[in-house]
Structure formats: C-alpha cells, structure tokens
C-alpha cells in the first residue's frame, strides 16, 4: 500500500524519501485517533527547518562548502531533542523524517521533548581532524539561533561522537559568553556527559529485545543474532546479547558482512573494528561477498542498526528472524513492514527499540541542570524500568487493538503530542 502524499514545495517527488515514509506512517495511526485528527496535519509538517552553509577553510588551503540542516519537527511537548548526523548522503527528507521520528520517539517512551534532528552531507573520513573540528563549530556558530538548553538539544548520530559533542559545546559556550553543559546530549563525562550515555541505545534494545523475546517464547541464552551496523548502537546490543548467552551468528557493515554458525567472538571483533575501522579482514568469521545474503541468514533476532530503509519488499520475504529488533531509525519501508507482518514476524519498532539513546540523554540533560550526578547503577536501572514500561503499555495496546507494534507506538505518541497541542491551543 503506498499513498500519493502532497510533496512541500522545497522537496520533489523523487526527494521525499525517508519523509514519504514517515507520512504514511501517519495515515496509518489517523484512523486511531478520534478526534484528536483534526490535529493530524500538525505533524505532517515540520515546525521550523534551517538549511546553513558551512564553509571552512581546508589543510591545503581550499576552501570547501557543506550543507548542513536543522529540522525541529514538534515542540509541543517541549524543547526539540534529536541527534546530528555526518554522513555524505544526508538530504532534507532524511533529516525532515528522523526529526519527525524523534517526535514520535520521545513522545512515545514519554520523555518531555519534541523532535529535532541535523546533519551535515559529508564524508567525515576524507576530513582531517582539524577540518573536521573547523566543521563542527562552523555548523553549531550557523544552528546556535535556534538550539539552546531550553529550545532545541542536539545529540551524537551516525558518525558524530562525544568528541563532535564537546565541540558543539563549546562553540555554543564561545557564542553566548558562558559555559552551557545542558545545549547537547552525549557529551564526555569530563564535561557533564552521563555515565552509561554511550551504551544507552544498544542496552535498551537489549532490554526490550528480551522483553520481545520473552512474549515470543525464545530464550536469550543460545537465540541467533544478526546485526547490520556495527557502530555505537549495533556493536553494543551485541555484545549485550552475547554476553548473556545468544550467539551472534551475523554482522555487516558498510564494508563487509562476516558470519560463524556457531556465533562471533562479539568482544574480539569490536577490537577488530576499533582498529581497522570495519568488519572487513576480521579472523573469526567468514567473510560473505554476496551482502543480501545477510538478510537470508538464519537467525532468531534481526538488529538493522545502521540506516533507513533497509528492509524493503525486495528482501523482507527473505528474512528468517522471528523478530526484527529496530535499532537504525526508519530501517523497516510500510511495504515491507506489511510483509513481515503476513508472515508472522514480530516487527519491534524504532521508535520504541532504539529510545534509549534519549532516554539516558534526558538523564544527562537533568543532571547538568542541576549539577547532580547519579550512579551508572541509577541510570540503568531507570533506563530499563523506562524501557520496559514503555514496551509493556504498547504491547498491550497492539493487542488490545489488534495492531503491528508500530502503530501501536504511534498510537500512544501521536495521542501525547496531540493532546499537548489541543490543550496549549494554537498561538495567537
Ligand atoms: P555509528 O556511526 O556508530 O555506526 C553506524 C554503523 O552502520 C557502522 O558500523 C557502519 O559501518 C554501518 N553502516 C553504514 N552504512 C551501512 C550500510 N550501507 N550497510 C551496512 N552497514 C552500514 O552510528 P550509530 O550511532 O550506531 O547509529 C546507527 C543507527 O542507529 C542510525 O540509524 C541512528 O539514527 C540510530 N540511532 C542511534 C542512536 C545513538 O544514540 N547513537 C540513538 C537512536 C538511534
């Protein structure tokens, strides 16, 4: 099923992308939600969106110029809150769509946020350090007039870091004329970063990965594992699962893809990784050439931890999972989405999978406004009371309604960040 949505007239048709995705994720949740539809259109438009130029003066001595982005898709519920991705194929209706996802997301798990999220289209590994660091501050100076501690709260995403985020930090202290811990997330722990920040969104897929697995019958110790994206979020529920016991039989990334039967020494290849910076080369696995055989793999858990569509109607018939845990945000097409539904996979949404990356960056946001720092033991188990909650009440709802997970999860967020919008009223 895929609908005609109308395109804004700064995207085309062949643009809307990620974004198409989105929107008809919403035309599927609109039927659920009384009356509070007649606020629907809300969220097919983003708020406010920003398109900076970020030139900065290169080693050689060349000056290069990137296109950044700021998209705050929703603040009704609070100030935007999404990640900043570096990544030489960031367009606006990828960024348009991960900030609407954000909305979806902190509404969903209840955080007290909108949703935001940026980018910068390029390829951080052709840029020196230096050049890179000359990028990151020339972005946040040209973003500075709309993020801020209370109005907008950027994060790590696909190759940015606790590095990139000390950067953001900074250059937004400079700017205002006084230090300000609380403008991003994700930040090292010198500098207000939370503890257990970097493991965040890998332990809550982990968490509700089990609580998925426990609804489906399946036992963590031995359950085969596959993961694509072996970075920050994949490389992390990974090693969570195979430490308690589930044999990680598959990894890709964007090199490679390396599988053992009998399941991957997790710990020995992140070292690899860290050193190498791929799977590729890697000792203790074989190497497959073919990489849409990943999808064929035979395996319980299916983690897609790297980008959008990735599961389309070209592989998901393919797939052998029972669950599909999403840790990438938008990895599942509506297409594809209906397919694994027909037959019977237990699909766990984005939106819910991978939230806890922002639920621990809540934590981190409330401890630099006060000062006060908790125990990595606190954290985790927040994390996982949050996680588990948040779960539970969308699988009952997905019952009670007869619905996927996702639209469950839609459900329960559009409902919240609707319902915020009725009661502030519309200004002026
Ligand atoms: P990362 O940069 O740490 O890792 C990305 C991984 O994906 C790398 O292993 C890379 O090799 C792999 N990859 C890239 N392109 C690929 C391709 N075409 N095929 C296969 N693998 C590919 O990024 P991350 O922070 O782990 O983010 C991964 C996903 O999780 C993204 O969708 C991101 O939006 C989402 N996410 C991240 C966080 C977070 O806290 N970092 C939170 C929520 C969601």
């Given at each position: 099923m895929s609908t005609q949505h109308e395109v804004p007239s700064y995207l085309t048709q062949k643009e809307i992308g990620p974004w198409g995705v989105y929107l008809e994720q919403i035309d599927r949740v609109t039927p659920y939600l009384g009356s509070l539809a007649r606020w629907v259109e809300t969220l097919k438009r983003p708020k406010r969106i920003l398109v900076v130029d970020v030139p900065i003066e290169r080693d050689d001595g060349s000056i290069a110029h990137f296109e950044g982005y700021r998209v705050q898709h929703n603040t009704s519920r609070g100030p935007g809150k999404g990640g900043v991705r570096f990544h030489q194929d960031v367009t606006l209706s990828e960024v348009m769509a991960l900030s609407a996802w954000m909305t979806v997301k902190n509404a969903a798990?209840?955080?007290?946020?909108?949703?935001?999220?940026?980018?910068?289209?390029?390829?951080?590994?052709?840029?020196?350090?230096?050049?890179?660091?000359r990028v990151t501050r020339r972005y946040t100076s040209e973003i500075n007039i709309i993020i801020g501690p209370n109005k907008d709260i950027p994060a790590p995403d696909v190759n940015t870091n606790e590095q990139i985020m000390a950067w953001m930090m900074d250059t937004y202290s400079m700017n205002q004329g006084s230090t300000a811990s609380g403008v991003v997330t994700g930040k090292p722990i010198s500098l207000g970063g939370s503890l257990g920040r970097r493991e965040a969104t890998g332990r809550g897929v982990y968490v509700v990965g089990c609580e998925a697995a426990a609804k489906r019958g399946i036992d963590i110790k031995g359950a085969r594992v596959a993961v694509q994206g072996f970075g920050n979020v994949g490389g992390i529920a990974a090693r969570l699962f195979a430490e308690a016991g589930a044999k990680v039989v598959a990894v890709q990334d964007h090199i490679s893809t390396v599988v053992a039967d009998s399941g991957l020494d997790v710990v020995a290849l992140q070292a690899h990784v860290a050193q190498h910076g791929s799977v590729a080369g890697f000792g203790g696995g074989d190497i497959v050439n073919d990489r849409s055989r990943f999808w064929e793999v035979d395996c319980d858990i299916l983690i897609p931890a790297a980008l959008e569509q990735q599961i389309t109607e070209a592989n998901a018939n393919k797939i052998r999972a029972k669950i599909i845990l999403e840790g990438a945000n938008g990895p599942t097409t509506p297409a594809a989405d209906d397919i694994l539904h027909d037959k019977g996979v237990l699909v766990v949404p984005d939106v819910i999978a991978n939230a806890g990356g922002v639920t621990v960056s809540y934590f981190e946001w409330v401890q630099d406004f006060s000062s006060f720092f908790w125990t990595e033991d606190e954290i985790n188990q927040r994390l996982t009371r949050i996680m588990r909650e948040a779960f539970g009440a969308v699988w009952t709802l997905a019952q009670e309604k007869n619905v996927s997970l996702r639209t469950a999860a839609f459900i329960v967020a559009c409902t919240r960040v609707l319902q915020a919008r009725e009661m502030r009223g519309l200004y002026p």
């Open positions: 798990v209840n955080v007290p946020y909108g949703g935001a999220k940026g980018g910068v289209r390029l390829d951080p590994k052709t840029l020196s350090t230096g050049e890179l660091q």
